[in-house]
């Protein structure tokens, strides 16, 4: 029994642990830029806490050689230094005798995790008091009807919606089952290539919401500022699935952020909504009691059996991206990866091509064609065989996508330019 370790204490009194308390306390964080080159980690023994020192086994920037890099839109790849404590403490989570998988969510142990998993999401995004995160099931999909359900009164209600590529026009379709939506516009006819100016949108002054994709995972563009609602009632409303917890965001100027965690941070499973507390309890009465968010509100999130692995999987993202610096360290990371895909796009002379325009290009999905597309098929192959899987474009634009979340090591973006140039090389 572990009577003297970390774990043990923390056992005691579970409900102690604050974002301030790392369960990393034995892994060097990923920002000490001293770690010594990368090589396998040796094999773990998964009995104790205290075992974890070989996580400086793996690079701040890189990962074990054993791993390809997954340019996966979602799933997506994890920081390796998230899945090695996961499989350090899978069998037998901090001397408890058991996986977080077997525990019960209404015991002190998984009351300990999904409470520093909310505070230290909360201290990544400084979400107020005024607002509630909740863990919940049912993908982002479910929230394209849970958000008209929960936000208008009744179908007759009108809100808007901006569709600026598939997901925030799913959502829309969604949405039309349980209210009345606007399309204020949509970038459908020019292949979801921009996101429109705001000035110039024409809003509808009894919209009770507005709806915007943050960033669209298949066609690659991102909002780099936030509408404002012109009519003052009005919420604004985001999807940011894809690139949730990437960079620093100014809540207050949500009433509802929404995202599913397998892009960004964590498995597939869990759907985290951060709602302004004003909007819950409004919900249309045909609202199904999972879609209520005052259910879950009122039960921490707890009201019926949650994803709870999930959630202890993304509650070890938050505290290694607190680790990190927080998002603002976060987003510097992802600015160098983007720049040196799209400088390689762009100084290709045409072989590669991005669609985006410029300003909007996304930070986290790089779409990308060839010039002679009949290289794709190869490019791929190729690539693949080099270790670095996923980068088929989405079935319904065709081309390469490269994924470029957060746990993307800047090593597997500099491997992907560096196979791109030798490629362009050996057939342009
Ligand atoms: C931006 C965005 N919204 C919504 C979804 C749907 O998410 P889920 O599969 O979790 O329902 C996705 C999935 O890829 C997405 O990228």
Aim: glycine share 6%; net charge neutral; aromatic share 8%.
């Amino acid at each position: 029994m572990a009577a003297a370790s970390p774990h043990s204490v923390l056992l005691q009194n579970p409900t102690n642990l604050t974002s301030k308390t790392s369960i990393f306390t034995s892994i060097p964080t990923r920002n000490a830029h001293h770690f010594p080159p990368i090589r396998s980690p040796k094999p773990l023994s998964i009995t104790s806490s205290t075992q974890l020192q070989d996580r400086s086994a793996i690079a701040p920037s890189a990962q074990s050689s054993d791993r390809v890099f997954n340019f996966a839109a979602g799933p997506a790849t994890l920081p390796e230094i998230v899945l090695r404590k996961a499989e350090s403490e899978l069998v037998n989570w901090r001397g408890s005798g058991m996986s977080v998988m077997e525990m019960s969510h209404r015991g002190k142990e998984f009351r300990s995790i999904i409470e520093k998993a909310e505070s230290d999401l909360q201290s990544l995004l400084s979400v107020s008091s005024d607002y509630v995160v909740l863990f919940l099931q049912g993908g982002a999909t479910t929230q394209f009807a849970a958000i008209p359900l929960n936000l208008c009164e009744s179908g007759d209600d009108e809100v808007d919606y901006l569709v600026t590529g598939s997901w925030s026009d799913k959502a829309v379709k969604e949405a039309q089952k349980f209210c009345k939506p606007n399309v204020i516009w949509s970038g459908k006819s020019e292949k979801y290539t921009k996101i429109p100016d705001f000035d110039s949108l024409e809003q509808n002054s009894n919209a009770k919401y507005l709806h915007i994709c943050a960033n669209e995972t298949i066609h690659g563009v991102e909002f780099k500022n936030y509408p404002v609602p012109k009519n003052k009632a009005e919420i604004l409303v985001a999807d940011m699935s894809s690139n949730f917890c990437s960079k620093p965001v100014d809540v207050s100027k949500f009433g509802i952020i929404y995202a599913g965690a397998q892009k960004n941070v964590g498995p597939s499973g869990v759907t985290i909504v951060i709602i302004r507390k004003d909007l819950i309890g409004k919900a249309q009465g045909i609202t199904p009691l999972m879609l209520d968010y005052k259910i879950h509100a009122d039960n921490g999130s707890l009201y019926n059996t949650p994803p709870c692995y999930g959630i202890y999987m993304c509650g070890l993202v938050f505290e290694d991206l607190l680790n990190q610096g927080g998002l603002v360290e976060v987003e510097k990371k992802n600015i160098r990866k983007a720049q040196i895909l799209y400088e390689t796009i762009d100084k290709s002379g045409g072989f590669y091509r991005s669609p985006v325009e410029k300003s909007v290009r996304s930070l986290m999905n790089v779409p990308f064609t060839l010039e002679k597309s009949e290289l794709e098929e190869e490019f791929i192959k190729e690539a693949s065989k080099e270790k670095m899987v996923q980068l088929k474009g989405h079935r319904s634009v065709g081309g390469m996508r490269a994924s470029i979340y957060n746990a993307m090591p800047l090593a597997g973006v500099e491997k992907l330019v560096a196979f791109m140039k030798d490629f362009q090389a050996r057939h342009g």
